[in-house]
Nanobody, 116 residues
Framework: QVQLVESGGGLVQAGGSLRLSCAASGTIFRFVDMAWYRQAPGKQRELVASINRGGSTNYVDSVKGRFAISRDNAKNTVYLQMGSLKPEDTAVYFC??????????WGQGTQVTVSS
């Protein structure tokens, strides 16, 4: 069974940095596509960044130049390095995994709060 465990969230001042981690188990990690989503109160969940099995990345416009997604296949882990954080980045961040069979899995979420 696939499991995703996120860590690294917390409270940070505007302009600060955080690194989120998501450790996957129960799958052959190098064959899956990974992504980070976020959901702020009262808003829909949105895709923040993705990295496919080949290492290609995509970002929502609002985080381009500030966030970086990466993966370590040896550690079965995907990261989201977040810099120049803004109060509007405050949300619950979710790790997402998609298998070759197009089955989707979600982590439990980690809270990121950016104070002004």
């Amino acid at each position: 069974q696939v499991q995703l465990v996120e860590s690294g969230g917390g409270l940070v001042q505007a302009g600060g940095s955080l690194r989120l981690s998501c450790a996957a188990s129960g799958t052959i990690f190098r064959f899956v596509d990974m992504a980070w989503y976020r959901q702020a109160p009262g808003k829909q969940r949105e895709l923040v960044a993705s990295i496919n099995r080949g290492g290609s990345t995509n970002y929502v416009d609002s985080v381009k130049g500030r966030f970086a997604i990466s993966r370590d296949n040896a550690k079965n882990t995907v990261y989201l390095q977040m810099g120049s954080l803004k109060p509007e980045d405050t949300a619950v961040y979710f790790c997402h995994l998609e298998t070759l069979a197009a089955i989707h899995y979600w982590g439990q979420g980690t809270q990121v709060t950016v104070s002004s």
